[in-house]
């Protein structure tokens, strides 16, 4: 089954090669860690395990999604190769290239991606710093000259960047050019901000504590003409625009962030398999409630499992269902990235194949919002299915928890970006209804070139056993009309209020609670797909490890009809039916519930769980790890003398228990 999850057995090989410089790396005390220690620590392992690697090994965009789903010290200088080294690569010349990439892979420069501003985050277009050029000095005047335009929010920012890749407006001759990228440096020789240079740390945040996210305030400082990134334009010294050929597409230069959001789709699964897998373990060993409730006549009467309870089964296998699901997409989306690039398998971004960047960047968006809003929310649960333990840090899971919500915003809210794939399915519906050729994703949409298609007659057929919910094939039928008819409706929806007579932008958002439910069906249809074509897939490993793939697939379909409840598609009859056949498949996949994220292949030091070993042994970790709590180190606690013990009855507290002799 790893192999599956991870493409094959050459696959699960190089992830393994690639998880193996951290194996002697393991971070128990990591929850008693303040902000300081955290960065610290973060940059000591980070360096400690690239330095051997830096100048000769590069990585694929597979090995960058398994370092950041493995990582056990997650923070700032992810962000200085996730995304300051690749903008570079993408949108640099490759005289920009050869002068500042040396630098940037070898940490002799540390840069970050400085483009959300303290009054835009989303709305990239509207964002306020400018870049101005002045011929006479061949120079870009960088300014961010309102409190809204200070730059807020980039990773590496607050504490260890020297330069910063500046999203500005770029002005010529008082002209408008859109968007641009400038290299500032920001900290000089001594780590000091330079002059005109404003730049801090944002303060806590919920999680994530080793990355220092920052603001910066830019008072017109210079910069080289050459130092705006010049792959696909640049300023000529007399202060002429000229546009590369290579520039096929004018939104070519958010390339850095559509990948950003495809990996950290790709992440989501591995994210949430963690959660999954503590979880799953945890709920094997925990026993609570006696198995025989009336009968049991001593304490020491046969405990259940909570794994055995339906519901505890059902909330944590439909999160490892869902893991699975994100993980086979995200290799759907890692290939069109190649496809983009000329199926190099290389982690750099140089665009050669753009007709498919719309789709791509829309479908990308979608995916980005809807796993990380559901593995910020299936993480939680997990962590609640844990009960009380799952609140300690300890646990892993809540570690987890706090770590990974700040995904579900990064790089663009879910809802907004839901919204674009919403748009992009607008534009789609167009096409479909124009008998125009469809992409991927929206094959389903294909029966709107006929003029006379009415959503409600052409349902597919009706369920009439419980064996029709435990078939893939039927299930995606259903799936994609339930996204057929979803997007069919907030377009005609759509129309109507622009028939009222209601501005575009207004009549947009009238539908938007319709759109966010309808991209959300889309989504599910297309990754039931991916999900479907990996169990077809997965007959060459065997027909044990396809039929249990198969009934984690049918879970997952089951478990989206169930929780958006199918109301108006299926009868309170069939609905019934759904019902039977998702005790069914719970039934099938409890004895394989640790064999399936035993799957994940998680090693305990990316856990760093003391409830999700793979030894089972809790309540020994749990005891263990209590005792090095930074409370306990030192007695009596800080603030007894002055606080605590003028109060206390010091003469009562002279008489202690007795203590049973142990001889």
């Keep these: 089954m790893t192999n599956v999850l991870d493409g094959g057995k050459k696959k699960t090989a190089r992830r393994r090669f690639i998880l193996s410089p951290t194996k002697d790396k393991r971070v128990p005390d990591k929850p008693n860690w303040h902000r300081g220690q955290a960065l610290k620590q973060h940059l000591k392992h980070f360096t400690q395990i690239h330095d051997e690697f830096v100048t000769s090994f590069r990585p694929t965009r597979e090995d960058i999604v398994w370092m950041s789903e493995s990582s056990t010290m997650g923070g700032t200088l992810m962000n200085h190769y996730g995304l300051f080294v690749t903008t570079i690569m993408g949108q640099g010349s490759d005289e920009q290239m050869m002068m500042w990439l040396p630098a940037a892979m070898t940490l002799k420069m540390i840069g970050c991606y400085a483009q959300t501003e303290l009054g835009h985050g989303s709305n990239v277009r509207g964002l306020e710093t400018v870049a101005t050029y002045d011929k006479a000095t061949q120079e870009f005047i960088i300014d961010t000259p309102t409190l809204r335009s200070i730059k807020w929010w980039p990773g590496t920012l607050g504490k260890v960047s020297t330069h910063a890749l500046v999203y500005a407006q770029l002005i010529l001759d008082g002209q408008e050019y859109g968007l641009h990228t400038f290299l500032v440096q920001i900290r000089d020789e001594k780590h000091r901000p330079i002059r005109g240079v404003e730049i801090g740390d944002l303060g806590p945040k919920l999680g994530d504590e080793a990355n220092d996210t920052g603001f910066l305030r830019l008072r017109k400082i210079r910069v080289p003409r050459k130092h705006m990134l010049s792959k696909y334009q640049q300023v000529t010294a007399d202060g002429r625009y000229i546009k590369s050929k290579k520039r096929k597409n004018d939104k070519m230069h958010y390339a850095t962030m559509m990948y950003t959001r495809g990996n950290m789709m790709r992440t989501a699964g591995g994210m949430l398999a963690r959660a999954a897998t503590i979880a799953t373990r945890y709920s094997c060993v925990r026993e609570q409630g006696f198995v025989d409730t009336k ?12 794994m055995d309870y339906q519901m505890q089964r059902y909330r944590i296998l439909k999160q490892v269902a869902l893991s699975f699901a994100i993980k086979f997409t995200g290799k759907w989306m890692s290939d069109r990235f190649g496809e983009l690039e000329g199926d190099s398998d290389q982690a750099g971004i140089s665009l050669q194949n753009v007709s498919a960047l719309p789709e791509i960047a829309a479908t990308s968006a979608g995916l980005k919002g809807l796993c990380t809003f559901l593995t910020c929310q299936g993480i939680e649960d997990c962590r609640k299915c844990c009960g009380g333990n799952g609140y ?60 006379s ?37 907030v377009y005609d929806e759509l129309q109507d209020e622009l028939k009222s007579g209601k501005p575009y932008d207004d009549a947009w958002n009238s539908v938007a609670v319709e759109n966010i439910t309808t991209v959300r069906l889309h989504s599910y249809a297309f990754m039931l797909g991916q999900f479907a074509q990996a169990v077809d897939k997965a007959a060459d490993a065997g027909r044990g490890v396809q039929a249990a793939l198969k009934n984690v697939c049918v879970l997952f379909a089951l478990s989206n009809i169930v929780d958006d409840q199918w109301a108006g598609f299926f009868s309170i009859a069939e609905m019934r039916l759904v019902q039977r056949a998702l005790k069914r498949v719970l039934d099938l996949l409890r004895p394989d519930a640790v064999a399936l994220v035993d799957a994940f292949d998680i090693p305990d030091r990316v856990l760093n769980s003391t409830i999700g070993r793979y030894d089972g042994n809790v309540y020994e970790a749990l005891y263990e790890s209590a005792k090095q709590a930074s409370l306990n180190l030192r007695d009596p606690f800080d603030g007894y003398n002055e606080l605590i013990k003028p109060r206390l009855d010091q003469d009562m507290l002279k008489t202690p228990n007795k203590l049973q002799s142990m001889l």
Excluded: H
């Excluded at 009968?295 to 909570?306: F, H, N, W």
């Excluded at 929206?442 to 006929?450: G, N, Q, S, V």
């Excluded at 094939?473 to 996204?483: D, G, K, S």
């Design 295 to 306: 009968g049991a006549k001593s304490y020491r009467a046969p405990e259940r499992k909570i």
């Design 453 to 489: 298609f009415d959503y409600t007659k052409a349902s597919p057929r009706r369920p009439t056993s419980v064996d029709d919910f435990m078939d893939v094939a039927f299930l995606q039928e259903w799936y994609n009309y339930r996204a057929l008819a979803a997007v069919k409706g």
């Design 392 to 451: 300690l840090l300890s646990s892993g899971v809540a570690q987890n928890a706090i770590d990974y919500v700040w995904q579900t915003t990064a790089e663009g809210d879910w809802v907004i970006l839901m919204l674009q794939t919403a748009r992009f399915l607008m534009k789609y519906v167009r096409r479909a209804q124009n008998g125009e050729s469809m992409w991927g994703p929206c094959m389903y949409l294909k029966p709107l070139a006929d003029p």
